[in-house]
């Protein structure tokens, strides 16, 4: 009896890895043909800039008020928000830093427009270009 349980679990268990693995994507499967080719992978350069960046924005962030950073992902979050709205108004600047303000205010309230001016300031020297 022992062994008629054994055999079926392990049994289950090869059918759960089969079933598991043919879902998976592997390089040079049929799955991969039908995906079209990606137009340019980014480089190592690229990534350590990107990286570099972030890291430059989160310290100058820290700089203009250490609680903007307590949560990182929304620091990112919010500071990606603030890059579309500079780069919409790329030739007019008025207002960005209250703009930047309130993008942050979820971080740190009360947030003055000459700190909102220091986080465009930040933004634009580093992940905003």
Do not use: H, Y
Not at 8 to 31: H, M, R, Y
Not at 41 to 69: F, G, H, R, Y
Not at 90 to 118: C, H, I, M, P, Y
């Amino acid at each position: 009896m022992r062994s008629v349980i054994t055999r079926t679990a392990v049994g289950c268990l090869a059918l759960g890895l089969a079933l598991t693995l043919s879902s998976c994507d592997f390089p040079g499967s049929k799955s991969d043909a039908k995906k079209p080719a990606a137009a340019a992978s980014p480089s190592d350069d690229n990534w350590d800039q990107a990286v570099d960046a972030e890291i430059t924005m989160l310290t100058d962030l820290k700089d203009i008020d250490p609680a903007l950073i307590d949560d990182q992902q929304k620091a990112i979050d919010a500071a990606a928000e603030v890059c579309k709205e500079i780069r919409k108004s790329s030739s007019d600047s008025t207002g960005l830093g209250q703009v930047a303000a309130t993008g942050f205010a979820e971080l740190k309230s009360g947030l003055t427009a000459q700190q909102g001016d220091q986080i465009v300031t930040a933004l634009k020297a580093t992940t905003c270009k």
